[in-house]
Structure formats: structure tokens, C-alpha cells
T-cell receptor
Framework: GAVVSQHPSRVICKSGTSVKIECRSLDFQATTMFWYRQFPKQSLMLMAT?????????EQGVEKDKFLINHASLTLSTLTVTSAHPEDSSFYIC?????????????FGPGTRLTVL | AQSVSQHNHHVILSEAASLELGCNYS??????LFWYVQYPGQHLQLLLK??????LVKGIKGFEAEFIKSKFSFNLRKPSVQWSDTAEYFC??????????FGDGTTLTVKP
């Protein structure tokens, strides 16, 4: 149980295009999903907290107009990187908190490697 | 705001050696504590977690961690490492609001 998937696992795009990444909780409902960014050899940095049915909460320094988050259902959150540039290349990881779970345990997706040319 | 500090950036051990990775956090309220492992090319996996109760928690693959509240520490230990333990290890703190903060990670290399 408690499986989180991400799609796509890898994406390569041209500079200026937009890329959408999906995060799904496969066997549980998640009112809250989190989006992280991980640079090579570095830790995970929380970008935003995605709440089902409401606006996402962004961390300081994260451009909300560049990283659009939609959490339309209890099992799906999407992150859209708009007008991507090479500096947006990174590993994007989502996690989901089980609605029925306790103690704030999060379950992580496998990540999406974004490369912007 | 909370913060997490992992003291060891890169640890190199021989097989069968004992392991201890340090983790300290700063936060004034109640926290949940986690250790995650990321094997090369794979996603984060939960090693163990502390919510309440016995401060010595046991996780998967023979790992354990001890929460020392007075020291704001949650060090990870394993009595005898294996080559397959080579990975990146992350300590994380989650507040009651659900916000998680990760340490910078420790790269463990186990020599066969």
C-alpha cells in the first residue's frame, strides 16, 4: 500500500516550453501533496504544499507563476513548469500524505528528471 | 522555522564496520522525525520514523535511531554495514502542520 507514482519519469524539453508533471496516490487518498526539487548531490527543497480543492502554498523564493500547481482530486496533483529554462533542469519529487494516516507520514514518488535544453 | 543539520557529508566504511550518522534539528514545537535512504538511481525510501513513545526506534535493514530530546538529535545507527548500504541518507523533520525539512544528506560508501 501507500504507493505514489509520478509521470513522466524523465522529460527533455526545449527552452520556453511548458512541462506538466503528474503525481498520483495510487491506493490512498491524499488531501495534501508536497512538491520538492532536488539538485544533484543536494537535499530536497520543499517548493510548495498542494491542498486538494484550494490554492497551493509556496515556499519563499519559489515563483508561483512559474511553477503552477493544481490539486484537483484526492489522488492527483500536477506541477506545470511554465516557460522552462535550463536553470529549471532538476529532479522534481512529489510526496503525499494519507488522509487516513497518522503522524504526518509522507509517501514519496519516484521523481521526474527534467532537462531543459 | 525548523532546520535540520546532518554532520557527516560523506562517510566511507568497510563492510562490517559500525555506522552512526548524526542528525540535529531545531524547532520549538513537537516534531516527527524520519530517516530516508536513496539508493543510486532510485527514489526515497523510508528507513524509520519516530512519532512518540520509545525513543529508540528500529527500522528496516537493521537500522535504528535514537531520539534524544534534550539534544535535539536523531542519530542513525547500524552495527554492521554491508556493501548494499551504499546510498544517500536523509534525515527529515515534520511539524504538526505537515511541513517537512530535510537535511543536506550523507553519502555512505561501503567498501567491499
Amino acid at each position: 500500500g501507500a504507493v505514489v507514482s509520478q509521470h513522466p519519469s524523465r522529460v527533455i524539453c526545449k527552452s520556453g516550453t511548458s512541462v506538466k508533471i503528474e503525481c498520483r496516490s495510487l491506493d490512498f487518498q491524499a488531501t495534501t501533496m508536497f512538491w520538492y526539487r532536488q539538485f544533484p548531490k543536494q537535499s530536497l527543497m520543499l517548493m510548495a504544499t498542494s491542498n486538494e480543492g484550494s490554492k497551493a502554498t509556496y515556499e519563499q523564493g519559489v515563483e508561483k507563476d512559474k511553477f503552477l500547481i493544481n490539486h484537483a482530486s484526492l489522488t492527483l496533483s500536477t506541477l506545470t513548469v511554465t516557460s522552462a529554462h535550463p536553470e529549471d533542469s532538476s529532479f522534481y519529487i512529489c510526496s503525499a500524505r494519507d488522509l487516513a494516516g497518522v503522524n504526518n507520514e509522507q509517501f514519496f514518488g519516484p521523481g521526474t528528471r527534467l532537462t531543459v535544453l | 522555522a525548523q532546520s535540520v543539520s546532518q554532520h557527516n557529508h560523506h562517510v566511507i566504511l568497510s563492510e562490517a564496520a559500525s555506522l552512526e550518522l548524526g542528525c540535529n534539528y531545531s524547532y520549538g514545537g513537537t516534531v516527527n522525525l524520519f530517516w530516508y535512504v536513496q539508493y543510486p538511481g532510485q527514489h526515497l525510501q523510508l528507513l524509520l520514523k519516530y512519532f512518540s513513545g520509545d525513543p529508540l526506534v528500529k527500522g528496516i535493514k537493521g537500522f535504528e535511531a535514537e531520539f534524544i530530546k534534550s539534544k535535539f538529535s536523531f542519530n542513525l545507527r547500524k552495527p554492521s554495514v554491508q556493501w548494499s548500504d551504499t546510498a544517500e541518507y536523509f534525515c527529515a523533520v515534520t511539524t504538526n502542520a505537515g511541513k517537512s525539512t530535510f537535511g543536506d544528506g550523507t553519502t555512505l560508501t561501503v567498501k567491499p
